[in-house]
């Protein structure tokens, strides 16, 4: 599934060949993934001109002057940059024609979603999606103090608390894994019970995971331009995550996995008190 990493390499990867291009066209395929396609999305973006791309969380968003186009990846979505004449494939739902090229959506799973959110209707922040979002992990708002101030009546398991994306986004079922690890905290650690120097050690490792993740992406992920260019999602080498029973790489006790809400935790009984 892609997290916060995947979903920013692939900001990074398309916005070079939308940004400051003016829409052709617009197909869709299907009548919608996990929510309907806007029905006149066609009428709206035809002629105007992409002004920017960012991302909240795991949402992609487009920027118009007149709205903001939110493109969400769900569980198997994958976007590519193609020429216009490339014939689509089975689980191509949706395309955005800029000039001479198409950014093409993937989504087997059809998990994702394609969401219109137009100006009249203020901030994009405001869209029922993103307004109970947490903060980014990295902007400078974000630090230990966030996870302290905000857990002090959260008697739930630190990865939980994490994985529920109201105090920071972005913190998945690998990353949750792997920052408690760095930090050295016992991902069942009842959350109100974690000190601030602990929770600034986490924010760091949090900071620091995303980050080495999104600059591995970068450099292998494939390109975003062209027929075959498979925009797969990059295998990692992880601390804990996916290795139960293997040795830990920094104590040599085996990882243990356990369940935490319906997820697989990974962690190390010696390394993460
Ligand atoms: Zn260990």
Redesign the pocket.
């Given at each position: 599934m892609p997290e916060l990493p995947e979903v920013e390499v692939t900001r990074r990867g398309i916005a070079p060949h939308i940004e400051g291009r003016t829409v052709r066209g617009v197909t869709l395929r299907h009548t919608g993934l996990r929510w309907p396609f806007p029905i006149d999305l066609e009428q709206r973006l035809l002629n105007r001109t992409v002004r920017a791309t960012s991302r909240r969380g795991k949402y992609l968003l487009i920027a118009f002057d007149h709205g903001t186009l939110i493109i969400h990846l769900g569980m198997s979505g994958h976007l590519r940059i193609l020429p216009l004449a490339t014939p689509p494939q089975k689980h191509d739902h949706f395309d955005l024609m800029l000039e001479d090229q198409v950014m093409r959506l993937t989504d087997p799973r059809r998990f994702g979603a394609v969401l219109w959110h137009p100006h009249e209707e203020g901030s994009v922040d405001n869209h029922l999606l993103l307004r109970g979002l947490g903060v980014e992990p990295l902007e400078t708002l974000f630090s230990g103090q966030t996870l302290y101030k905000a857990t002090r009546n959260r008697s739930a398991p630190i990865k939980q608390v994490l994985l529920a994306g109201d105090i920071v986004v972005g913190v998945g079922n690998i990353y949750a894994s792997e920052s408690l690890f760095e930090a050295g905290i016992n991902p069942k650690t009842p959350a109100h019970r974690i000190s601030l120097a602990r929770y600034e050690k986490l924010a760091q490792a949090i900071r620091r995971v995303l980050a080495a993740s999104i600059e591995r992406g970068g450099s292998t992920l494939r390109d975003f331009v062209g027929a075959d260019g498979q925009s797969g999602y990059f295998q990692q080498s992880y601390f804990v995550y996916d290795r139960g029973g293997e040795p830990?790489r920094?104590?040599?006790?085996a990882v243990r996995q356990i369940r935490q809400g319906q997820r697989s935790t990974f962690y190390?009984v010696?390394?993460q008190k």
């Open positions: 830990c920094q104590c040599g006790s190390c010696n390394c």
